[in-house]
């Protein structure tokens, strides 16, 4: 009978450990539901979470390809050589996508800089263009050469002097 009574205590507390152990992880899975639902993130903030979060999840994959690269050379299985082509191939896509973002930004600024270049180089040309240009009509200018004109004052040298005796 002291048997039967303590396997009923120690069956009561192997439920009561599932009950807490049920609470715990309900509990966490409540937590986690709650920081779900407060994530937000604006559209400022959008390139950088997409960087550090993409970088760390690179890094984690490297971490995991180099432990399952020992684990699968030390004891190859089937199943652990499929999941190990499965998570490179995942970890190579990642860092592709990275690249691709990385070398889409490069272009993007590129062009930024070429159109920016074309913008400042039509001025130029759109500056000098007007500056060239007369803005008036015939009479208009002529009237301005006349105003604008200075008498030039020709001194008869003694050479040019006896030429015009002479002749």
Not at 16 to 33: F, H, P, R, V, Y
Not at 38 to 57: C, R, V
Not at 96 to 123: G, Y
Request: charged letters at 35%; zero cysteines; proline letters at 1%.
């Amino acid at each position: 009978m002291s048997d039967d009574i303590n396997d009923d205590n120690s069956l009561d507390d192997n439920i009561d450990s599932l009950i807490n152990q049920l609470k715990g992880s309900n509990a966490m899975s409540n937590e986690l539901t709650k920081k779900a639902e407060d994530f937000h993130l604006d559209k400022s903030e959008l390139e950088q979470f997409i960087l550090d979060n993409q970088g760390a999840l690179i890094r984690d994959s490297v971490d995991i390809v180099q432990l399952m690269k020992q684990y699968v050379a030390s004891a190859p299985n089937a199943e652990d050589i499929g999941s190990f082509a499965e998570l490179l191939k995942a970890t190579s896509t990642a860092i592709d996508n990275l690249a691709k973002l990385q070398i889409t930004k490069q272009r993007t600024d590129s062009q930024k800089e070429i159109k920016q270049m074309d913008i400042d180089a039509k001025k130029n040309i759109n500056d000098d263009n007007n500056r060239m240009k007369l803005i008036g009509t015939r009479e208009e200018i002529f009237n301005r050469l006349v105003k604008e004109a200075e008498v030039i004052v020709e001194e008869e040298s003694e050479e040019q002097k006896e030429l015009e005796e002479g002749i």
